[in-house]
């Protein structure tokens, strides 16, 4: 059973960071392709960007490129979501998922496994 952990959220300004940690409860990040979801009140879940284990390859909705940079460390099974330039439409729920595959699944069905979610508030 893998079990995901959330952290790092919070509350920041407009124009502000915040980097989001998803640690995962086994060898994770180097079997499984994660992704970051968000969601924010009476929205669907939506996918944020996502990192495949087998070659590293990272996506990225349109709305965060340039912006979120995703990353893992295999040695602490973590994966991270640097989000910068923040703007209040970022606020939501962020969540971290985990599935078998190596391709990065948009469509949150894709995943078998989530985290419980971190609150991320950006104020204007």
Same mark, same amino acid.
């Not at 973590?78 to 971290?96: A, F, I, R, W």
């Given at each position: 059973?893998? @079990?995901?952990?959330? &952290?790092?959220?919070?509350?920041? @300004? =407009? $124009?502000?960071?915040?980097?989001? &940690? !998803?640690?995962?409860?086994?060898?994770?990040? +180097?079997?499984? *392709?994660?992704? %970051?979801? #968000? @969601?924010?009140? $009476?929205? /669907?879940?939506?996918?944020?960007?996502?990192?495949? %284990?087998? /070659?590293?390859? *990272?996506?990225?909705?349109?709305?965060?490129?340039? #912006?979120?940079?995703? +990353? #893992?460390?295999?040695?602490?099974? *973590?994966?991270?979501?640097?989000?910068?330039?923040?703007?209040?439409? /970022?606020?939501?729920?962020?969540? !971290?998922?985990?599935?078998?595959? =190596?391709?990065?699944?948009?469509?949150?069905?894709?995943?078998?496994? %989530?985290?419980?979610?971190?609150?991320? *508030?950006?104020?204007?």
């Amino acid at each position: 059973q893998v @079990q995901l952990v959330e &952290s790092g959220g919070g509350l920041v @300004q =407009a $124009g502000g960071s915040l980097r989001l &940690s !998803c640690a995962a409860s086994e060898r994770t990040v +180097s079997r499984y *392709t994660v992704g %970051w979801f #968000r @969601q924010a009140p $009476g929205k /669907d879940r939506e996918f944020v960007s996502g990192i495949s %284990w087998s /070659d590293g390859t *990272t996506y990225y909705a349109d709305s965060v490129k340039g #912006r979120f940079t995703i +990353s #893992r460390d295999n040695a602490k099974n *973590t994966v991270y979501l640097q989000m910068n330039s923040l703007k209040p439409e /970022d606020t939501g729920v962020y969540y !971290c998922a985990a599935r078998g595959g =190596a391709l990065v699944a948009r469509a949150a069905m894709g995943y078998d496994y %989530w985290g419980q979610g971190t609150q991320v *508030t950006v104020s204007s």
